[in-house]
Every structure is written in C-alpha cells, then in structure tokens.
C-alpha cells in the first residue's frame, strides 16, 4: 500500500473504532468529581437573559463549545466534516478538522477538510501533528495546509502516546520545540497546541505561549483514549497490552485545566471526556475559553445525522446554561470571576499541592 492510501484507511478504521469499541480506559475520569463549586442559592438573574456568547481569539461565539477536530482523507469523512460544519455555523460556534497530514499527501482528498466551499461561515480551525515536522513536513506544507481549507486557526497537535501505541507510529520527535517556534513565527493565523487525550502540563503550556502559541488545548485524560484504539488495531506482537497499567498514562483534564489556567495568560480550551454541561460549568469557572467535545458529537451524527447532533450539542449548551444559573452568572466573564468557590478535593488537592499550584 502507498503512504497515502495507509493514512486514509487507518483514519477511516480510527473513525470506526472510536464508534464501535469501548474506547476510554476503565478508571480513568476526566477529574471533575474531585472539583466542586459552592453553590449560589440566591441567583439574582432571569435565566432567559444568561448569555454565552464568547470571545476566543478575537472572535465572538454564540456558546463556549468546540467542535475538535476528528476526520478527514478518506470518502465518508467529506459528508461527516460538512455535516459538522453546518451545525457548528448554525449554533454560532468554531469546529476543528482532523490532521490534514492526508490531504498534503494526497491532493485529491483537499474536499474532504474543505468544508467552507459548502459552509463559508464556518469558524476553522486546521490540523497538523507536530512530530511530521520533525519527519518530512516544513513550512510550505503548514502553508498548503492552511491555505487549502482557508482556515481560521491552526491546531499544531502532540500526540507521544499514541504514536507509540500506533503500529506505524513516529517516534522521532527531534526537533520538535524549534519546529513548533518556527510554525508560530511564520502562521499568519493562530496556533493552537494541542494534545489529543493525555493532557499538557502547565511546563509544556508555558513553553508552547513562550514559542508563540496563540491557545493552548489541554486535551486531557478521561474521554476517548487515542493509545488504547490505536492498541485495538495494533497486531504486533511486541505491542503494549490493552490492560497495561500504563495505559492510564497522562493529566486529567480537569487538572490540566486548573494547571494551564494558573500558568498561562493565552486562552486555554478543555478537550478530553467533557460530557456533561457540570464538567465544561466547572472548566469554564477554572477560567477555559472553550470546551472541547469530539466523539459523542461524532456518534449522534452518525447514529441520527445532523438533527441528532444539533440537538446532542444544543442540549449541551443548555446544560451549561443550566450551571450558570444555579452559579448565579450572567455572563462568561462572570462565571470565570467565581473561581475561588471551586473546592478541590482528594487526589486533584494532593496533585496541586505537590505541583506547587495552589498553597
Ligand atoms: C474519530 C476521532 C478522530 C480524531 N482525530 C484527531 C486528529 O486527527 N487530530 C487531533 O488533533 N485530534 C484528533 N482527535 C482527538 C479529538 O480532537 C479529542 O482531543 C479527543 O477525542 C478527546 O475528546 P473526546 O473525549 O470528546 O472524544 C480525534 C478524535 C476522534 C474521536
């Protein structure tokens, strides 16, 4: 098989295993039970009036929620990353495409990502790994790639664990950091580093807003599990077992979370089993810009199309509504102010302790 046609089928077996296996990993949570907010028992506000409406990266949004991205290089993907697009134009809110690493390696897949020749309204936001620049891509391939679906943003994604877990992963990731400062330094849109399900600490978020990025997606723990469906498609011998403690390696997200919102003065967006509007409440109140959901939203278009999904990240959206009314907050900027009614509890307190981050 040519390397093109490797990377379409293996995104389209990721698609169908992230719909018909289990693929988080048993205990691990995204951390948010260890985060309680006091409540508000007087709201003085009429529900009707909260807005959600959101600034993220000098644009306004009708709802702190993004789409991340997921799909693209192979036929299916074209109508599922359309289809996401209109419901994200229609809520009034950004969505990302999966790695464009296909259609640089094979042109006739640039339909598959360029959702705005149909939904021109569409916030983008493109996609790119960052080990590939330590491999065979440069700057001209960063600017194909965003020239090609004329994205808004562009997500730089590390992603360690699953290229280790991945039968054709890369594991040389010489280079990396200087690679990422000279993609910051040359985009004329904005970087956004992100992992994809094991969570950036705040070191690394740090040094990613030191070289220039623009967001930081913290992608943590405790969602869909990229090491563990790359593990389910790994026939190697040698191949780390599925039940290998390891496999509950990286930062929740909700620690993740709390650490680059301490750290870091650029947006952050949390990424990594936010299914439910108390978990994306409690983020936006540690002070995140946007929440991050991928496969549930991926799952109802495919089990019930766009309708389904609409009304999948619509609920959604009410839920966090729901959170700011019972926190008494109007607005975003006020459900942000109230992060000192966060409680940390148990293993989350003894993790911030020991980090330093909180006293
Ligand atoms: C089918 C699928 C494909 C994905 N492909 C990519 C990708 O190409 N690039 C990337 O940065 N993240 C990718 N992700 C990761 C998501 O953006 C997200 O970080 C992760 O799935 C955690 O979110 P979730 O728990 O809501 O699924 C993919 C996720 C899914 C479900």
């Not at 205990?27 to 959600?52: C, W």
């Not at 000098?58 to 109508?79: C, H, N, Q, S, W």
């Not at 609920?315 to 006020?334: C, H, N, P, W």
Request: aromatic share 6%; net charge negative.
């Amino acid at each position: 098989m040519s390397n093109s046609s490797q990377i379409k089928s293996r995104k389209e077996e990721h698609v169908n295993i992230a719909l018909n296996e289990n693929v988080r990993v048993k205990g691990v949570t995204n951390g948010f039970e260890d985060f309680e907010i006091v409540p508000t028992s007087v709201p003085d506000l009429d529900f009707n009036e909260i807005s959600l409406r959101t600034e993220f990266l000098g644009k306004t949004f009708d709802a702190p929620v993004l789409i991340a991205g997921m799909t693209g290089g192979y036929p299916r993907a074209e109508k599922i990353n359309k289809s996401l697009a209109r419901v994200c134009a229609k809520l009034g809110i950004p969505m990302g495409v999966g790695s464009q690493r296909a259609m640089i390696t094979n042109k006739d897949t640039l339909a598959t990502f360029n959702v705005k020749e149909e939904v021109p309204d569409v916030y983008l936001i493109g996609n790119l790994g960052l080990v590939q620049f330590s491999l065979d891509f440069g700057l001209s391939q960063f600017d194909e790639a965003v020239e090609g679906v004329n994205a808004d943003a562009m997500a730089i994604h590390v992603n360690p664990f699953q290229e280790l877990c991945q039968p054709e992963g890369d594991l040389d990731w010489r280079g990396a950091w200087s690679n990422f400062k000279k993609i910051t330094k040359h985009s004329k849109v904005p970087v956004i580093a992100k992992e994809v399900g094991n969570g950036i600490a705040w070191e690394e978020a740090v040094k990613f807003q030191e070289l220039g990025a623009s967001a930081i997606d913290v992608g943590g723990a405790g969602g869909t599990s990229w090491p563990k469906i790359e593990l389910l498609r790994n026939e190697k011998e040698d191949a780390l077992s599925l039940d290998d403690p390891v496999l509950s390696w990286g930062i929740n997200t909700a620690l993740a979370t709390y650490e680059a919102t301490s750290k870091v003065d650029i947006p952050v967006i949390s990424t990594g089993g936010m299914y439910s509007g108390l978990a994306a409440g409690k983020a936006l109140v540690m002070g995140s810009s946007l929440v991050g959901i991928a496969r549930p939203v991926l799952q109802a278009l495919i089990d019930g199309g766009e309708e389904r999904a609409e009304k999948y990240l619509h609920r959604y959206i009410l839920d966090i509504k729901r959170v700011m009314f019972l926190m008494g907050a109007e607005t975003l900027q006020s459900l942000r102010a109230k992060r000192d009614r966060l409680v940390i509890m148990g293993r989350s307190r003894e993790w911030l302790l020991g980090r330093k981050i909180i006293s």
